[in-house]
C-alpha cells in the first residue's frame, strides 16, 4: 500500500480556555479537562435550591466581613494550561487580596480558596474525586462536596485532610473564611 493512503487516525482537536469561553452548547453546562470539552445536563431543582441557600448564606458572610468575592452559577476557573483545563464549581470564594480589580469577563486564572460542589444524581464517584483533586492541586485550599441524597458533605483540605460531616454538622470557614458557620441540614431540601 502507497504511503498516501495508509490510515491516519485523526487526534481530535484539543480545546482552549479562550475557545471554551465562546462555545455555546445550548440549555448544557460545560467544562474543559485536559483540553476536552465536557458537557453535563443541567442540574435539577433541588441542587439549584441548596446552591442558592448555601450561596445566601455565604454571601451575606463575605459582604459583611468584607472578606473577598463570591461566585456562583459555575463561573469559570482555568486551572491549568497547555492541555487547557477550566472547571465551574457550583459556588467559589476568593480571598479578597487575590480578587483581581477589575474582575475579568473572562475565565479566571488560578484556583478559588473554598470551592463547593452541589452533587446531583448523575455524578460519578470517580470523577467527583477527580475534580477535588485537580482543584486542590490548582491551589484551592478547602474543598465541600455536598451530597444531597445521603445528606452530608465531605471536607477536602489542601494539607491532605478530610472530613465526612453529617446532617447534624456544621460547615465551618475556618481560617479561609473566619467566623462562618452553616449548620448543614438547613440547607439540605427535604
Request: glycine fraction near 8%; proline fraction near 9%; include cysteine.
Amino acid at each position: 500500500m502507497p504511503a498516501e493512503d495508509a490510515y491516519v487516525p485523526r487526534m481530535p482537536q484539543l480545546m482552549t480556555a479562550e475557545e471554551l469561553l465562546y462555545t455555546n452548547v445550548p440549555n448544557k453546562r460545560t467544562e474543559l479537562v485536559r483540553g476536552r470539552l465536557i458537557v453535563h445536563e443541567p442540574p435539577g431543582g433541588r441542587h439549584g435550591n441548596i446552591t442558592a441557600m448555601l450561596g445566601a448564606r455565604l454571601w451575606q458572610h463575605v459582604d459583611l466581613t468584607a472578606a473577598g468575592a463570591l461566585f456562583v452559577g459555575d463561573t469559570g476557573f482555568t486551572l491549568s494550561r497547555n492541555p487547557d483545563t477550566v472547571r465551574g464549581p457550583d459556588i467559589a470564594f476568593v480571598h479578597r487580596e487575590r480578587v483581581p480589580d477589575p474582575i475579568p469577563s473572562t475565565f479566571l486564572e488560578f484556583a478559588p480558596d473554598l470551592v463547593v460542589e452541589i452533587l446531583s444524581p448523575t455524578d460519578r464517584p470517580g470523577e467527583v474525586l477527580a475534580k477535588v483533586g485537580e482543584w486542590l492541586d490548582a491551589g484551592a485550599r478547602l474543598v465541600w462536596v455536598i451530597d444531597p441524597e445521603r445528606r452530608l458533605a465531605r471536607i477536602y483540605r489542601a494539607d491532605g485532610t478530610e472530613q465526612v460531616l453529617e446532617e447534624t454538622g456544621r460547615l465551618l470557614g475556618e481560617d479561609i473564611l473566619p467566623g462562618f458557620s452553616c449548620p448543614l441540614a438547613s440547607i439540605l431540601s427535604k
